[in-house]
């Protein structure tokens, strides 16, 4: 299945079952697309998605948290001293938790992973 319909039927499955308060959102990235579902609110953002690689396999599950205040003075000081670009809400994460309990984090993994998705059943799993 071609990305562009994945993302389409992607759309339509959010729209239809996230929470209100919580919104969809994909961006460009390296080797593949990362999809997310965010919710803001005025302390962080929390972020829960996946990243689905060039070969259209979601093998990456993501979970992160960004803290406003912790972000306002760390940012800044990461540009300034050439670290980082530039830094926004939904790409930077205080809190990956990945990288916190990775032990926990895998025994999350479907043991499926790595799957490809063609066919709109894999899109909805």
Known sequence: ??????????????????????????????NGIPVTIIRKTINFVY???VWID???SY?????????KQVEEVLNPLLVKHGIIEDFS?????TIW?????????KQTLNP?????????QDVID
């Open 54 to 56: 060039s070969k259209n």
């Open 1 to 30: 299945m071609e990305q562009s319909k994945i993302i389409q039927k992607l759309k339509r499955i959010a729209d239809a079952i996230i929470p209100e308060g919580y919104y969809y959102a994909e961006e460009e990235g390296y």
């Open 47 to 49: 972020n829960v998605g």
């Open 89 to 93: 809400e939904e790409n930077n994460r």
């Open 59 to 67: 093998s990456q599950f993501n979970t992160t948290v960004y803290f």
């Open 97 to 105: 938790l990945k990288t916190i309990e990775p032990e926990m984090f």
């Open 112 to 120: 499926s992973y790595p799957k490809t998705i063609e066919t709109e």
